[in-house]
């Protein structure tokens, strides 16, 4: 390991670089709160603001993948449906085999300009989280209650929303339809699932959940020109695709399948020709990501959409205007500042220390919903 890379794994710098993210970020909500004036007013104007003062606060994550770890994506792809990239509203479906899908979905956002129009279909809790579930929320994310018949009547209100965003600040929805990571004792419990419906057995991802993905569909149609299916694979490294190894800096290389799809091409007549259609899909997707695991390469052109500097040149914005006087001001209370003083700022650091924990514990794997272990738990009752 050389020097640097060594340096990239010094805890006082993840607590600062988690510090200046804290801190921005409920600067950038504070902000966001403010535009709320905005809206009565002129939507519009409201969301175009929102888009710029949610990159503020997302582009951090891309930052830290990109230029701090030094991990890339390239696309395999159709070379004609690239004209189409960042240029329309859409729909992508990711799967959630890793920690990291849903950054390496937000690097693919940022190298098209797109991340700051990045909305998500989450629950209802998240957005009463400062910064990121706050940035959603202000955002118009979709936020569901687990509840179907309340759900039904919040995606139909929401999509309406998101299809009304002007032309240039285009909606990018991330749907993860299996809804949840992957493990083998949660694809343990959603193959038993299958095999009771009669539906095809996946081997790399869980059974996709439906009905929101069929309501929106029929709520976007002619609203939202394409969804693209994305497939994420990454390259085997001795390092796991973790949240906290990016922050360590450990690079990662991976590959996006991607595939655009036409509204106009899924059946929506009908909810049972919707959900079968979104179940091929994901066989497809499943034959897709077990040709990666044996070729380590998805088929197709490959593509490659060079990053941009604007996410370096935000963090060092932030960098310079919180983390500078940051370090002056403990130099001086901790050189001449009294005992009192001195352990408060300890204080202030272990509960840091805790926070930034905490933020990087909720990308992981095993923090994941008990999908599949409710629908044992009932079995057995």
């Not at 640097?4 to 966001?32: E, Q, R």
């Amino acid at each position: 390991m050389g020097i640097f890379a060594s340096i990239k794994t010094w805890f006082v710098l993840h607590l600062l670089m988690g510090y200046i993210f804290i801190l921005s970020g409920l600067i950038v909500n504070c902000i966001m709160f403010c535009t709320l004036i905005i809206w009565p007013f002129s939507k519009t104007i409201y969301r175009k603001v929102n888009c710029y003062l949610a990159y503020w606060i997302w582009s951090q994550y891309t930052f830290l993948g990109q230029w701090w770890s030094g991990s890339d994506i390239v696309l395999k792809t159709n070379p004609e449906d690239v004209k189409y990239y960042g240029k329309e509203h859409a729909i992508i479906i990711l799967n959630h085999k890793y920690d990291i899908d849903w950054l390496l979905g937000y690097f693919l956002a940022e190298r098209l300009g797109i991340l700051g129009g990045s909305k998500v279909y989450g629950k209802e809790m998240l957005k009463f989280v400062p910064i990121q579930g706050w940035s959603w929320y202000f955002t118009e994310s979709v936020f569901l209650k687990r509840n179907w018949e309340q759900d039904r009547k919040i995606i139909i209100r929401d999509i309406k929303n998101l299809a009304e965003f002007p032309v240039n600040y285009w909606v990018t929805i991330l749907m993860f339809c299996e809804g949840t990571r992957f493990t083998e004792a949660k694809h343990k419990a959603s193959m038993k699932v299958a095999k009771e419906k009669g539906l095809p057995e996946l081997k790399h991802h869980l059974l996709p959940r439906t009905k929101g993905f069929v309501l929106t569909m029929q709520g976007l149609k002619g609203k939202i020109p394409a969804i693209y299916d994305c497939t994420v694979g990454i390259t085997k490294s001795e390092n796991e695709p973790t949240f906290m190894n990016v922050v360590n800096g450990k690079t990662f290389k991976a590959e996006l399948k991607v595939r655009r799809i036409t509204l106009e091409e899924i059946p929506t007549d009908t909810d049972e020709e919707c959900s079968a259609w979104l179940h091929k899909l994901y066989q497809e997707k499943d034959e897709f990501y077990d040709g990666f695991l044996k070729k380590g390469h998805f088929d197709g052109a490959l593509i490659e959409i060079p990053k941009r500097p604007w996410d370096l040149l935000v963090w060092l914005f932030w960098a310079v205007t919180l983390g500078v006087p940051l370090i002056y001001y403990l130099i001086q209370v901790l050189w001449s500042g009294s005992i009192y003083v001195s352990g408060c700022v300890v204080l202030v650091i272990v509960f840091g220390s805790v926070m930034v924990r905490w933020m990087i514990a909720v990308t992981e794997t095993e923090r994941g919903s008990k999908y599949g272990h409710r629908h044992e738990e009932k079995k057995e009752q």
